[in-house]
């Protein structure tokens, strides 16, 4: 009884470590933020559904702000984000 205990808290353990980190979990899309365009590209309040995007995609924030064709919507992205309460990780 003791070992098959020991045995499952091993397979557990080894199944915890092999769970997807929050970056690999998230589908890294940006079209998936044109709900955001308005609010990105005219200063408009964000809607809930851009703020429910914005906290989907924020793992890949970092990924966005290196590629050079996203570069130009990063100042009003900031703007989105903060008024949706979604934090801008430090890449």
Request: aromatic fraction near 6%; hydrophobic fraction near 35%.
């Amino acid at each position: 009884m003791k070992s098959s205990v020991v045995f499952f808290c091993v397979i557990a353990a080894l199944l915890l470590l092999r769970s997807p980190t929050a970056v690999e979990a998230a589908t890294c899309n940006p079209t998936e933020l044109t709900p955001c365009a308005s609010a990105i590209l005219n200063s408009s309040p964000p809607s809930s559904v851009c703020c429910s995007k914005l906290k989907s995609q924020a793992p890949c924030f970092c990924q966005y702000s290196k590629n050079p064709s996203l570069s130009r919507y990063i100042s009003g992205g900031r703007k989105v984000a903060a008024a949706c309460g979604v934090p801008i990780p430090s890449c």
